[in-house]
């Protein structure tokens, strides 16, 4: 299914919604209403393809709603989960900053709208604005630094505690308190959990068996509940 471009949305609304992220919230109100009009919505289905990995596309994209993972694909087939991005968060930034293809897939985990910014429009103010360049390092910066410490998992800890991160860190973002537990609003399948843990969906699913029989978590289908969060910290310490 092709996406679908709104144009209902008059400049000041889309003002309003640049205003509300954070990395634009500094400029002027004349400047926000220039690159508004330029703007443009997009809504995608349910796991539709926003953009694939080499697309030549530079624009930066703004989750007005919904949820977006971020993945990559080998040439035999398996896949990477690399993050998942939700309403406020922004995708596009690396293509938008060295004008070069982009470097993941990205597609709707729900009914997803996005604010684009064509990076032609938006180059212009960012060479006049030194704190948001600086802001939108910060984010590379962290992101560099997630990729450092996955590397780092990978090579020193076990199934164990990286999965127990993985689900720790699920928790903080999309957990909902339950009277039995944590609960992670996102839907995951135990390959998506393979793919953010770089392990076998085979390993992961025998962990989270045993996890299940000792009461530190329960699962049914894509969806999750902590049971023992005091027991999942406990394994993401593990070392061995």
Known sequence: MARSRTTQKNPQSKTQLLRNHFLLT????????????????????????????????????????????????????????????????????????????????????????????????????LKTRPEICISWLAILCERLRRSERLVQETVFLGVEARLARQLIGLAKAYGRKRDNGIFLDVKLTQHDLANLVGKTRESINKQLCKWRRQGVIAFSGKQYTILDFGALKREARKTT
């Open 26 to 125: 500094q400029l002027a109100d004349s400047d926000l209403l220039k690159i508004s009009r330029v703007a443009s919505l997009e809504r995608y289905d349910r796991d539709q393809s926003i953009f694939f990995q080499g697309d030549r596309k530079t624009d930066l994209m703004i989750i007005v709603s919904g949820r977006v993972k971020l993945g990559a694909t080998s040439t035999d087939g398996r896949e990477l989960l690399a993050s998942i991005l939700e309403s406020g968060e922004m995708l596009g930034e690396i293509s938008v900053i060295d004008g070069r293809p982009r470097s993941y897939d990205a597609t709707a985990l729900a009914p997803t709208e996005l604010l684009i910014v064509h990076r032609q429009d938006l180059i212009p103010f």
